[in-house]
Structure formats: C-alpha cells, structure tokens
C-alpha cells in the first residue's frame, strides 16, 4: 500500500459558541476532502467537545489552535490553548470522557503557554475499488422460461341482484 502525502491543517482562533460550530463544519470539510468520511462525526464531536472546554474553563481571552494531522493510517487531531489548568478526566460522560470513547488515545501535555489535548484515530485510507457492470453469469438466460400464457379462464359468475346482497 502507497501511504498518501502527509496531510496537515491548522488554524488559529478565539473560541467562542458560534466559532465552535463554525470549525466543526471546517474539519467535516477536511476530513471528507481526505476521502475519510467513516470519520466525520466522532471526530468533529471530539473536536467540538474539547473546543467547548476551552470555551468554559479557560474563559473569553482563550487563543486556541487546532491542528489536524492525516498520516495515511492515523488521524491526529490536537487543540492547544493558553489556559493553564490542566484538564480532568471525569466519568459523567462528557468533555475528556467523550473524547476518550470516541478515540483511539489520547493525552494531555503543558506547554510553555498553556496546553495541548490531543486524540488519534486509526483512519487507513480507504480503497477505491473501480465498480463496472458485470457480465450476467452462464446460464441465467437459459433457466429463465417465459411465462405461460393462459388462454381457458373460468367463466365469471353472475352478480347478485337479489334483496340478501344489498345488505
């Protein structure tokens, strides 16, 4: 198998609820335009997950870069701000705990201005199989019969005019 170029996008940004939104449909765009369309919805929920937190607990002076790497087999997404509170892993079923079941790993890493999260997920390229029609196989058309045409129908029997048909 050839592995693709690698593949990289990043953008910087102030998150807010409308940018939120607004990135999601940003990294669909990336990942169906990387054929990885298997992908789009756990990954832009993680995304949009760990954009929220940034949102929530780092506050609205948050600078915030989100990165999305494509290897050929895996898929690295990482979000870096400048918060400095290193985020919890809690089993309620949202933030990390999401983005924990929706990954393959994960992790965090402190940064001289804040933070990184990241998550990967296993993503080979798919194969593109050429689809052509194929030929009918042997025998079809020999085991297939015409129908019989019936030509003696049963004579119809006559309506009921009587007063118990009406009823």
């Known amino acids: 198998m050839t592995v693709p170029l ?3 996008y990043q953008v ?6 409308e940018r939120v939104s607004q990135l ?3 990294v669909a765009a990336h990942l169906r ?4 369309e298997l ?5 832009c929920r993680a995304v949009e997950e760990l954009l929220t ?5 780092v506050g609205d002076d948050n600078r915030c870069v989100v990165e999305l790497r494509w290897s050929g087999r895996h ?3 990482s979000v870096a701000d400048n918060g400095s509170d290193m985020p919890r892993l809690l089993h309620e079923g949202g933030g990390l705990s999401r983005v ?11 940064t001289t201005e804040g933070k990184v999260v990241w998550f990967t997920r296993y993503a080979q390229e798919p194969q593109h199989i050429e689809r052509v029609p194929l030929p009918p196989l042997p025998g079809v058309r020999e085991s297939r019969r015409t129908p019989a045409v019936v030509t003696d129908l049963p004579a119809a029997a006559p309506a009921r005019t009587d007063a118990f048909a009406l009823v």
């Open 6 to 8: 690698d593949r990289h």
């Open 12 to 17: 910087e940004l102030q998150v807010s609820a």
């Open 24 to 26: 999601r449909r940003i």
């Open 33 to 36: 335009h990387w054929s990885l």
């Open 39 to 43: 992908h789009v919805r756990p990954v």
């Open 53 to 57: 937190n940034v949102h929530r607990h």
């Open 75 to 77: 898929l690295t997404v």
């Open 100 to 110: 924990m079941a929706l990954s393959d790993s994960w992790g965090t890493c402190r």
